[in-house]
């Protein structure tokens, strides 16, 4: 009768630990796949990084080639134009002057020189608001790209410091077992 019930005693120990080694084997499992996970979002993260580096390189590249062509287009214009429009100007001031007086010729080509000058602040008023809106847009940009690279780095850090403690739990409980 002992040795009955010092069998069903050590039966029931073995099946216990049968239980317990189960568990373990899951769990060292579930951890091994999360640390199989992490490292898949750490090349991930690294991936996006290089595209969001890419991007912006090529951003910044088409950016700066349609500034100086707006800037060459513009200073090209003006050459033209000033020179075509100061010569009607001068040749109907000076034919209008000669028929109609001296003095209202002056105040004609006084005329179209204010006229003349309007335009042209307004289209450089114009010109010098589109660059400091372009500078506002890259500095946001920047801002939601340094960010964005901010928030990869604290993900990162942050699966780093869980496959660390699964790590330590993970010795821990081999050494119960």
């Given at each position: 009768m002992r040795s009955r019930e010092q069998l069903e005693v050590r039966q029931s120990e073995l099946l216990r630990l049968e239980q317990a080694l189960r568990r373990a084997e899951e769990r060292?499992?579930?951890e091994e796949l999360g640390k199989i996970e992490a490292k898949r979002l750490a090349r991930q993260a690294k991936e996006d990084v290089r595209k969001a580096e890419s991007a912006l390189r090529m951003h910044e590249a088409r950016a700066k080639g349609r500034e100086e062509g707006l800037k060459d287009g513009m200073?090209?214009?003006?050459?033209q134009k000033r020179d075509s429009i100061w010569q009607k100007g001068y040749q109907r001031g000076y034919d209008e002057g000669r028929g109609a007086g001296f003095e209202q010729g002056r105040i004609n080509g006084w005329n179209?020189?204010?006229?003349y000058g309007k335009n042209q602040g307004l289209e450089e008023g114009i010109g010098i608001?589109?660059?400091e809106e372009r500078e506002h847009a890259l500095a946001a940009?920047?801002?939601?790209?340094?960010?964005e690279i901010e928030d990869q780095?604290?993900?990162h850090s942050m699966v780093q410091r869980w496959t660390t403690?699964?790590?330590t739990d993970h010795g821990s409980q081999s050494e119960y077992l």
């Amino acid at each position: 009768m002992r040795s009955r019930e010092q069998l069903e005693v050590r039966q029931s120990e073995l099946l216990r630990l049968e239980q317990a080694l189960r568990r373990a084997e899951e769990r060292g499992n579930c951890e091994e796949l999360g640390k199989i996970e992490a490292k898949r979002l750490a090349r991930q993260a690294k991936e996006d990084v290089r595209k969001a580096e890419s991007a912006l390189r090529m951003h910044e590249a088409r950016a700066k080639g349609r500034e100086e062509g707006l800037k060459d287009g513009m200073i090209k214009e003006f050459s033209q134009k000033r020179d075509s429009i100061w010569q009607k100007g001068y040749q109907r001031g000076y034919d209008e002057g000669r028929g109609a007086g001296f003095e209202q010729g002056r105040i004609n080509g006084w005329n179209e020189g204010m006229k003349y000058g309007k335009n042209q602040g307004l289209e450089e008023g114009i010109g010098i608001g589109k660059a400091e809106e372009r500078e506002h847009a890259l500095a946001a940009f920047d801002r939601f790209i340094r960010e964005e690279i901010e928030d990869q780095d604290k993900r990162h850090s942050m699966v780093q410091r869980w496959t660390t403690i699964q790590d330590t739990d993970h010795g821990s409980q081999s050494e119960y077992l």
